[in-house]
């Protein structure tokens, strides 16, 4: 549970652990960002012997548009407006990441499923933001909303555009962006 209990700091900014059952309920209720994170952690660790996080997050994955297909993300995602969010299958996606509304990370059409985005550590990815194919995302970056990423981008860089340019040598991309990181 220790990745949701990073998912759910990187999103309230408080601790799981500490919290208190009645919190926690609230949080899970008012939260369908934090509902499907704890369903797609349960079911992603195979701690759900009944199917009842796999029931939970086909539900919300249908009513928001949240398809996080993906194995390897790791601890501390945030979710920013949760919907219409995709991640394929072979996508990887490193720590202390947000992923915001309309956000589409993919495998290019005809390419194999071997062919699909590496995203590095403290990453924002804005609204409406595709990237595709066997592209490698650095740490430290910043994607504007609505720019379409389909080449390599150098760490402590930000990217804006469409087509993308790539403003590289910026150690601070992300400040500001990216909050609430153990």
């Not at 919300?60 to 991640?87: A, D, F, Q, R, T």
């Not at 150098?154 to 962006?177: F, H, M, Q, W």
């Amino acid at each position: 549970m220790s990745q949701f209990s990073d998912d759910y700091f990187r999103m309230t900014g408080r601790r799981w652990e500490r919290e208190s059952l009645p919190r926690k309920i609230g949080c899970l209720l008012n939260s369908h960002a934090l509902r499907y994170l704890q369903a797609y952690r349960m079911v992603r660790q195979a701690k759900d012997p009944l199917g009842f996080f796999c029931f939970a997050l086909r539900r919300l994955e249908k009513k928001y548009g949240l398809s996080l297909e993906s194995s390897n993300i790791g601890k501390g995602l945030y979710l920013g407006h949760p919907y219409n969010i995709s991640v394929c299958e072979s996508a990887v996606i490193g720590e202390n990441c947000n992923l915001n509304k309309g956000c589409s990370i993919r495998t290019r059409k005809g390419d194999g499923p071997d062919a699909a985005p590496m995203i590095g550590n403290r990453v924002w990815v804005g609204v409406n933001v595709v990237v595709e194919g066997k592209v490698t995302v650095g740490d430290n970056v910043l994607i504007a909303p609505n720019a379409f990423v389909d080449f390599d981008v150098p760490s402590d860089s930000i990217v804006i555009g469409n087509p993308a340019k790539v403003l590289s040598g910026r150690p601070d991309a992300t400040e500001g962006y990216i909050h609430n990181v153990r």
